[in-house]
């Protein structure tokens, strides 16, 4: 084994609040991405993270002088193999870690390697997962990204904002296109009560949380798309997000933003976003399948949201997440994803290879213009089953 760097000293935590002080600083003012920073892996913990069978373990790189890398991980046992993996990647689009940028643009791939080596021999673990971790990140291959991996079956769509937004939307969108969409905007205009809304209010958040959910939901049923929020626990991770979690929180100090887009009294979509550092990362949606369906409130919400965010100075990137579809391909292009592994034992290399020909199958399938739009269609055909099912009850 490569000997350990011994300019950087390692702590691991076993709780998110051991490490909060290093997180927070590091967090503040650096390279990383909302879903790993403290306050959503917290709320994600205390809500979903709880009841798996799961423990926290928060490596924290170190210089004499601070915190240069907080990788935010979980232990796992099963079947005798104990395997670390970010944590709460279940919920979120991306894993990149935190990092000091100096730290970021100079350290080389195989001093990550051996930093992860000595975490593994710390936690005892036979195995390091790295998931959907973008292949370039902030104009360098990512460290995180080691010798041997594999695509990831699904990469995320980001975009550089022009201050113009008409110069984006036609960099972006052909003429017809631009025609079809802006025709069915008016089309949701000429309505009465044409809004879309940034929720700060306790009132517009609860209302529009409630549309996000019931929306979500009847889309799981029509479509037979799974719905990641159809547990209590997803849906308490969202409201504590939201400043809504709890008899006296303020959603003032939520952090995650809800839009809608209302029209004639009911909300026809919705879209949760996050802002941080100088980029706006769209994380999830929601459509009412209703009678304004046919002018796509969905696309037309996140068309106002986009044109939102370039007339700001601050926000420099879109980030449309994880899977592709066709309203991401048009505004945005697709960053390949990365999942990576490091056995530490012989156990450990026989998971490896058994993840490694899972994701391969998965990430064909995904990429399959066959195979893919058969799984969707079986879905929907699922889907329809159960509601019949159901109906006849």
Not at 186 to 212: I, M, N, T, W
Not at 217 to 225: H, N
Not at 291 to 319: F, H, Y
Request: hydrophobic fraction near 40%; charge should be neutral.
């Amino acid at each position: 084994m490569t000997q350990f760097i011994p300019e950087i000293r390692l702590m691991l935590h076993t709780s998110l609040q051991e490490a909060e002080h290093d997180w927070r600083q590091l967090n503040n003012a650096t390279h990383g991405n909302p879903y790993q920073s403290f306050d959503w892996l917290n709320a994600w913990y205390e809500t979903i993270g709880c009841k798996l069978d799961i423990e926290p373990l928060i490596a924290v790189a170190r210089t004499d002088e601070k915190s240069v890398l907080v990788l935010p991980l979980a232990k796992q046992k099963n079947s005798g193999v104990t395997t670390l993996e970010f944590l709460g990647h279940q919920n979120g689009n991306q894993n990149t870690g935190i990092w000091d940028a100096d730290y970021y643009e100079t350290v080389a791939q195989n001093q990550i390697t051996v930093l992860l080596e000595d975490i593994g021999r710390k936690a005892r673990a036979d195995l390091v997962l790295l998931q959907n971790v973008p292949e370039t990140w902030h104009t360098r291959l990512h460290p995180l990204v080691l010798a041997g991996a594999t695509p990831s079956p699904s990469p995320i769509f980001t975009r550089v904002l022009a201050s113009d937004f008409d110069q984006l939307f036609r960099e972006t969108h052909s003429k017809s296109s631009r025609k079809n969409l802006t025709r069915k905007q008016r089309h949701l205009q000429s309505a009465d009560g044409y809004r879309v809304v940034q929720a700060s209010s306790e009132e517009d958040l609860r209302k529009g949380f409630e549309a996000f959910l019931e929306q979500r939901s009847r889309r799981a049923v029509e479509a037979g798309i799974p719905n990641a929020f159809s547990e209590p626990a997803a849906r308490d991770f969202l409201s504590r997000l939201l400043g809504l979690g709890a008899v006296g929180e303020d959603p003032e100090k939520r952090f995650i933003d809800l839009w809608y887009l209302e029209v004639a009294g009911a909300i026809r979509s919705t879209y949760l976003c996050v802002e941080n550092a100088d980029t706006i990362f769209a994380y999830s949606n929601s459509v009412a399948h209703d009678d304004m369906l046919p002018n796509s409130p969905g696309l037309v919400l996140i068309k106002e949201i986009i044109e939102n965010a370039c007339a700001r100075q601050d926000i420099k990137l879109l980030d449309l997440g994880l899977g592709e579809e066709r309203y991401k391909t048009a505004w945005a292009d697709p960053v390949p994803l990365k999942d990576s592994r490091l056995a530490f034992s012989a156990k450990g290399r026989v998971i490896e290879h058994l993840y490694a020909l899972r994701s391969g199958v998965k990430t064909a399938i995904r990429n399959s213009k066959l195979l893919w739009p058969l799984v969707r269609k079986l879905r929907k055909i699922k889907a329809g089953l159960g509601a019949s099912a159901h109906k006849s009850d």
